[in-house]
């Protein structure tokens, strides 16, 4: 039995497809992830059929707020949101990823803490 990985399939196949086609592919599969998490953790009804309205929607918004000039000299215009321990007894994942369609690049973290780390 072979074990599919994802992150394998996006390296097999990131010459192939376009950086929209990459970045719609990651959110499609990260938005069935997240709506099988609420189904399992917290009994949310999932509805298929909204899966790619949310991915096309999300994507539209993502590449509009990366095409304005960005001011990078470090200040918030808001107070960043602190992360907090998640209580005794359970974990906390984080998540994050990112495309340089420059260089042609994908960075993958995860970072998994109790309420000790």
């Excluded at 260089?103 to 998994?112: E, F, P």
Aim: negative net charge; charged residues 20%.
């Amino acid at each position: 039995m072979m074990t599919f990985i994802f992150l394998d399939f996006l390296l097999a196949y990131k010459d192939q497809l376009s950086v929209d086609d990459m970045e719609l592919l990651c959110l499609v599969v990260w938005s069935v992830w997240y709506r099988q998490n609420g189904l399992v953790h917290n009994s949310a009804i999932v509805y298929v059929e909204d899966v790619v309205p949310w991915v096309v929607s999300f994507h539209e918004d993502y590449k509009r707020a990366n095409s304005k000039v960005v001011d990078r000299s470090g200040r918030l215009g808001v107070e960043a949101a602190r992360w907090s321990h998640p209580i005794a007894g359970s974990f906390k994942v984080n998540t994050d990823a990112a495309v340089d369609s420059v260089i042609g690049l994908i960075g993958i973290r995860v970072n998994i803490g109790d309420s000790e780390s």
